[in-house]
């Protein structure tokens, strides 16, 4: 009996006329499209069925459908969304994107609460695994760019997150990040801007306060003063912005330009009815969210059509699982290599260690796929490998000390919710001892942001997985014995020592709020944003201080020569040109040097070369935009006049060519 009328409204859906969908709804129904309600998915708005509205369905995380527990392996866990930083390769991190989606429009999702975008400030931050920024703007931008079109090409809507400046986990609830504008606009905006350049339907505020040119208030709105990261936000697109889980500080955050409070009702429900109907907060300012809502559902095609997918089904396939597997194989940075990789045979192998603890991260990213072994992937490559947990046993001893090579496999975990307490992976101690009883050690790693290599002159490879999902035990496998060239370089710089920024107290992890805010978790923190734009790469750069391996850094099985350069006003070209002796890609990079002593090397361009056979050359052009030369100053983004130095090369600290241009 209800079906003509549902064809009849989804028609007015379809024909594009929201305004009109919006005139036929009741205040409650319009807020119910502004707060969560209960769901089996981790957060849902809802439908207004009488006018072909289902509930908007979102989902965690930024690297795979996060089912519920009893769900566990029925989607694939992929790579983290800093191994998709490492990759540098733009086409790449599209194909993730839109397999993950896929995934969750099978599952019935229609928001996807990714990417995840934060530039890592400190090398601590215990999401920084989750990030596709690593610590660099240009980079976190150019993933935006490729991953959010590919997201909401599945019928999915992205969510560009946490906006902005939530830098640490630790008090982050309430934190209150202090910067200037420019390091805000020149470090950590542009990834978020790319994104809703390129169309992202929402972003997700963040939990922290921040603190503008010395003005306060809440990432997610709140007080009346501060206005500006939010209406950044809307100034650049109709982007709907949600809270961060629980973030919603008031009914007031609404004027301010948030337009949905996750999960639940307590601000965006009866309070914030109770405030229209007593005039405190106009209708028209709950049209306009409404409004924003709506669109982004009919972006994606979600008025008018009964929802689709299937919560419970399994959508993890095997050809999602063999991109999972391609994705994390070519995030794997090689960081040295003795010649003792690739290996070319199983003989004389012997593996210590494991990586089951240190596929994925934890909190809301986590998902849980049916997770690959090392034993396994070995087994499908060697057959049977020796292997051992640990060096404890004497048994481990002589058969490390009598290996031909020696595979030593650890980590460190990280998780939402906490900083990591230290840099040092868990098996240092291991690699140290293997290292006195073989000369081969080869060190594979699963670290979830940076981490120490003081080990690293007494072992003679090293291969970087970050948390690489499910199928990372099958991508190491790929990449050992070189099926797979590595081709990934470091999203960010690997320190000498854990105190290598030299950042004071205030700076890290901060200083307590002498007059904390309600809703301030303790600690409750001020945290200065005191190095500027020296984030980084720019903070070695600037203090000459010595990385262990430096942003940008990532070896190959082959070797590459740059040159034929020529720089115009527009772009430079150059060729590259594998001069070793198998296939392999080479990420191009290049950095700007800004005239007199005005700032640093900046990442302004690179390029993924396809996998070139030994001898043949790429010609490589890098066009520049609007910001190449240019940097935020007395209130907008401005070229600098001068002569610029470009470096084409191979990472951050290996230049091969150099060029300027006048501006
Ligand atoms: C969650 O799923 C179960 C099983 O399908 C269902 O009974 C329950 O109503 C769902 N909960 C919500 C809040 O939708
Ligand atoms: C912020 O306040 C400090 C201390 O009062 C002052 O030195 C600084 O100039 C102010 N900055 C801006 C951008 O207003
Ligand atoms: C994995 O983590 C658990 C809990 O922290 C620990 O007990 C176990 O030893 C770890 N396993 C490996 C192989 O590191
Ligand atoms: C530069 O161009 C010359 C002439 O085309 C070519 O022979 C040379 O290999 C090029 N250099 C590189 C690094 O490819």
Redesign the pocket.
Known sequence: MMRPLIIVLATLAAAKDLQKLLRQMTLEEKLGLLHGSPSNYTGATTAITRLGVPRLLLNDGPQGFRAPPSLDGTSTAFPSGLAVAATFDDALAATWAATIASEFAKKGATVLLGPGLNVARVPFNGRNFEYCSGEDPYLGARMASAIIPAIQSQNVIATAKHYVLNNQETGRVGADSIIDERTWREIYLPPFESAVAHGALSAMCSYNRITLDNVTAWACGHRCEHPTTLQHLKEQSSVFVMSDWLATHSTQAIVKGLDQEMPSDFYFGSRLRDAVESGAVDEATIDAASLNVLRAMQTIGALGRAPRGDLMKDVSTPANRDIARRVAAHAIVLLKNNNILPLRTCAGLVVL??L??YTVGGGSGRVVGRTVSLTDAFETRCGIVEAY?DLESEKAQDAVATATNVLVVTGS?STEGADRSTLAL?GEAMIDAAAKLNHNIIVACAAPGAFLTGWRDSVQAILTTWPGGQELAHALVDVLFGEVNPSARLPLTLPMTETDLKFTQRMYPGLPDPAPPKGCADPCLRVFYDEKLEVGYRRYDSHNIEPAYAFGHGRSYTSFVYGNLTVSLSQVTFDVRNIGGVAGAEVAQLYVVPPSSRGYQQLKGFHKTAVLAPGRVERVTLRFDARTFSAFLDGAWRRIPGSHELRVGASSRDARLRGTVDV
């Open positions: 260690g494991d089951q603890n947990a975990q868990d």
